[in-house]
């Protein structure tokens, strides 16, 4: 039963939906690291509900860090934050109802009914905060490196936004992305996203999509061949998320209908430096940054809490029967899922550069 990721940066969550609060702890953390309050505040507030395509469900997020902080600065010692919870109604859930595409019937299964159900518990998108919370240092630590994370809706429903792929400058699309509370790169497909959510929320349903990430400014050789390579660590991470159930590195699955000759990336030296002439690969060879910007898309799911009638059972009971499921939920939570990956990414992040080069590459700098 463990909920610790990372190996030598290693970040802890806890806290239930309905519990007295939510919370992160990150150990491994080099010293010296700047705490930016604003900034931590401005990223809860991403993931916080705002308007008719989010939950009601609006948490303060008053978070307070008991420990690893001291001036202002991390100290090197475990960095532990608490999100208290003050929004809650439990009277909405009713235990042994198994609600479809939740995780009640397996918490059940594998804690023996101990678990808390209210809300999800411990499953719940709430506990996320904590996430964002600890990823808003760890982002702040980053670019101190040069290095920067960006993610938006891609697709939801028949509205797209532009790739990262089609831009001519994927570093200012992910810097722009960092001060939007609605993550797309082109401003028009904002309104058509919006309207897509708000279709499904009048039929009482609800819609998922395609959300794409880019991570700039990542030096070569950070990775390992096989079973810690980029792309596992990167998916060990953004798996971890209930909502993620894909993810392509790249071309992805459109690599199954090409030919090598174009989908290759060919090597050229620009300015002393190597680089690929295209990035169908995403920034990743052998398990390795190449130095290319990391992209990949993710597929989220529609929220599984709807409105409508469904066929379910009562595993108390041991009954077939049906659910109308109550209380307060997202018709999408592709918005709000963004700076969750961003803040995963960016836990792992530190990590994988943490074994390559040792915690105080934050404190001294990239080689050069």
């Keep these: 039963m463990k909920n610790t ?3 030598s940066v290693c970040t802890t969550i806890f806290g239930e939906s309905h519990g007295e609060a939510v919370g992160v702890v990150i150990d491994g953390l080099a010293p010296g690291i700047e705490i930016d309050k ?3 505040e401005a990223q809860l507030s991403k993931r916080r509900p705002s308007g008719k395509t989010d939950t009601p469900r609006v948490e303060k997020d008053d978070y307070k860090i008991l420990s690893g902080i001291f001036n202002g600065k991390t100290t090197g010692t475990p960095i532990a934050i608490v999100i208290p919870n003050e929004n809650t109604k439990s009277s909405d859930y009713t ?20 678990e808390d159900y209210r809300g999800g518990g411990h499953f719940s998108g709430r506990v996320t905060a904590g996430l964002v919370a600890g990823g808003a240092i760890a982002i702040s630590a980053l670019k101190k490196l040069g290095i920067n994370i960006g993610t938006h809706i891609l697709k939801c429903g028949n509205a797209c936004d532009q790739s990262f792929n089609n831009t001519e400058d994927i570093e200012k699309s992910v810097l722009n992305l960092q001060d939007k509370a609605f993550p797309v790169i082109s401003s ?16 009482k349903d609800s819609i998922g999509g395609l959300i794409e990430t880019a991570i700039t400014g990542v030096p070569t050789g950070v990775g390992e061949p096989w079973f810690d390579s980029v792309e596992s660590t990167l998916s060990h991470a953004v798996f971890s998320i209930g909502g993620i159930k894909g993810i392509e590195f790249g071309l992805g699955l459109d690599f199954a209908s090409r030919l090598g000759s174009t989908a290759n990336d060919s090597f050229e030296y620009k300015n002393g430096k190597v680089i690929t002439t295209t990035n169908n690969n995403g920034g990743i060879n052998g398990g390795i940054t190449n130095g290319m910007p990391i992209t990949f898309t993710c597929t989220v799911k529609p929220t599984p809490s709807i409105g409508k009638e469904q066929k379910t059972v009562d595993f108390i009971t041991g009954e077939n029967t049906t659910l109308e499921i109550k209380g307060r939920h997202d018709p999408a939570i592709i918005r709000r899922i963004c700076v969750v990956i961003d803040s995963v990414c960016a836990l792992a992040l530190c990590d994988m550069l943490s074994i390559r080069y040792g915690t105080d590459v934050f404190l001294k700098g990239l080689p050069q």
């Design 188 to 203: 028009e497909a904002e309104e058509t996203i919006r309207e897509e959510i708000s279709k499904a929320s009048a039929e």
């Design 95 to 114: 235990y042994g109802m198994a609600r479809p595409s939740h995780a009640d019937y397996t918490a059940h299964e594998k804690y023996h009914g101990y």
């Design 5 to 7: 990721f990372g190996q």
């Design 38 to 40: 604003g900034f931590i």
